[in-house]
């Protein structure tokens, strides 16, 4: 069968994506058509179906075809159904998508651009989708458009596409618009810059900095396997974020606070983060990672590898690139560490459970979650700091890690990884006893000694002197005061203080957001306070006493390591 999707955005006002499914020499009379529930490196189920309307099908003649809904975002279509469609060979599906959600992950279109996500409006066939052609109409405000999809266009007054198949149809982004494009070489191979919104003036060369990245990770892995790249970066206020592709990235960032090298140096290691992903995960995955089901969730217990490498890697690819310094590094560390030690659902959950739970847990944080569950991407990634200390202590690093999974995918890029095929790399790599550990490490709750570890290359941990608190998170409407997360076994958790309880008063005395801080810290240690409640619209006090916090790294201090 033969492919042509039009899509036409021509009243952004609107935030309507127009879609027109050309489908030719079709030789089932029955056909399945579904629009993706989830997209591929974002495990949830967004449900995309919600936004799409006007759905009609009819032959290339205009006769309506039948067609029912069998599931929320399936329709089986029949020309058997009606005697003036049996002898049809082609379909015209045509429908609307409503896109008002700027995320990486989502479509968003306003009178300023239009970001298209292919998952979230691109419905495709049951059956094998190849050759597939993309002509795109959009309106003429804009004058830009930016994607990794390859450009067979004639004359630049049409605008059209080509994708081998539907799962690089979807890999494959779109930027609409006015945005500021730049780029430059590396390897011979074209990197492409779209940057949407606004940046507050500061001292920082983006470009320059990420090509420093794209130039240390493609030199590092020794590869790269793209002919261009796109980085398409969205920078909105309040916002974070990254989603990795085949030949692009979508990236979302504050460009208010660039001028701070703290958040700085976060917006570099993002950029590493989504660009290493070209490699790890876009290539060497897990074997459950592709070909995607898009209509249900695909399990697997492998998100260590996926993200955990990726989140290690991401610091270090900053590091060693020169684009921060060692003590920088470090501090990224100790951030990472710190917000390890305060989550106590790494006492429960392993990082195998947390990978398969990713679906129902990860993407849907709530007021219990760090009692519960831990992320894959933060343990998993000092899980590899781990390992990457390990790696050194017999010769190797986690280079030579990166080179056997590169290495591994171009043999049989088509199959991806399983667990005792990463196992079996590693001890061949390593001995025995390096891969037993890490099995330890991702598929158990068991403490991991990062001191004992660190401390073997000169590197140590100096711990903050343990500080009382009531070990709870406030969260406000206005200046009223209410419990957000409470740690668990806490001080706040033993004393009955549930979640969304507004804090009234302490002692007596009335309390706001802008002293709830301050007032808790003077607190008397080993000391009842009376906390008033409001909870479920009724008054009650508790007598709550600060306790000691979780352990806290205060700094890390490296002596005499080269190898790092």
Not at 210 to 223: A, H, L, R
Not at 488 to 497: E, F, S, T
């Amino acid at each position: 069968m033969k492919y042509l999707y039009k899509i036409r955005v021509l009243e952004p006002k609107t935030h309507i994506v127009k879609v027109a499914l050309n489908i030719e020499e079709i030789q089932d009379k029955k056909l399945t058509l579904f629009i993706p529930s989830w997209s591929p490196g974002s495990y949830l189920m967004r449900e995309y179906a919600r936004h799409l309307s006007k759905l009609q099908i009819t032959t290339d003649k205009g006769i309506p075809v039948y067609f029912e809904k069998t599931r929320k975002g399936t329709w089986l279509v029949d020309l058997d159904k009606f005697e003036k469609t049996k002898s049809a060979n082609s379909l015209q599906v045509s429908y609307e998508v409503y896109c008002h959600e700027l995320t990486v992950r989502t479509s968003h279109i306003d009178e300023s651009h239009a970001f298209l996500h292919g998952p979230s409006y691109l419905m495709g066939a049951a059956a094998e989708m190849k050759d597939i052609h993309v002509e795109i109409e959009f309106s003429p405000l804009w004058s830009k458009l930016t994607t990794g999809l390859k450009d067979i266009s004639q004359t630049r007054e049409k605008f059209i596409y080509w994708a081998q198949d539907y799962d690089e149809l979807l890999d494959c982004p779109i930027e609409i618009g006015c945005q500021e494009t730049d780029g430059f070489m590396v390897g011979g191979k074209e990197h492409h810059l779209a940057f949407y919104g606004q940046t507050w003036p500061h001292q920082f060369d983006l470009k320059s900095d990420m090509k420093k990245i794209v130039e240390y990770v493609s030199d590092y892995v020794g590869e790269i396997p793209y002919e261009k790249y796109y980085f398409i970066t969205h920078f909105i206020p309040h916002s974070f974020g990254g989603l990795e592709h085949r030949n692009s990235t979508a990236l979302i960032f504050d460009g208010r606070i660039l001028n701070n090298r703290k958040d700085y140096i976060n917006w570099l290691a993002l950029v590493a983060h989504e660009y290493f992903h070209t490699w790890n995960v876009k290539r060497i995955r897990p074997a459950e990672l592709g070909p995607f089901n898009y209509t249900d969730e695909n399990y697997t217990q492998m998100l260590w590898l996926a993200e955990g490498l990726t989140s290690f890697m991401d610091n270090y690819f900053v590091y060693k690139s020169g684009l921060c310094t060692g003590d920088e590094y470090w501090e990224l560390i100790k951030a990472d560490l710190n917000k390890y030690y305060k989550i106590e659902g790494r006492r429960f959950d392993s990082l195998e459970e947390s990978s398969f739970d990713a679906w129902i847990k990860l993407y849907r944080p709530h007021e219990n979650s760090k009692n519960s569950t831990i992320s894959y991407y933060l343990k998993g990634g000092l899980v590899f700091l781990v390992l990457h200390a390990r790696l050194l202590e017999k010769g190797k690093s986690i280079e030579d890690l990166v080179h056997g999974l590169w290495s591994f995918y171009k043999k049989r890029p088509d199959q991806g990884m399983n667990k005792a095929e990463f196992l079996e790399l590693l001890e061949n790599l390593t001995d025995k006893s390096v891969s037993e550990e890490f099995q330890t490490m991702i598929s158990t709750t068991e403490d991991i000694d990062f001191e004992k570890i660190l401390k073997k290359h000169n590197i140590e941990l100096q711990w903050k002197k343990k500080e009382s608190d009531l070990a709870v998170d406030w969260t406000y409407k206005n200046n009223r005061v209410f419990v957000g997360m409470v740690q668990l076994d806490g001080p706040a958790y033993r004393a009955g203080l549930n979640a969304g309880d507004e804090i009234i008063a302490i002692n007596a005395t009335r309390v706001l957001k802008e002293d709830i801080k301050e007032l808790t810290k003077y607190l008397k240690d080993e000391t009842p306070h009376r906390f008033l409640v409001c909870r479920n619209g009724s008054l009650l006090e508790l007598d709550v006493m600060k306790d000691k916090s979780s352990m806290q790294v205060q700094k890390i201090e490296v002596k005499n390591n080269k190898k790092w």
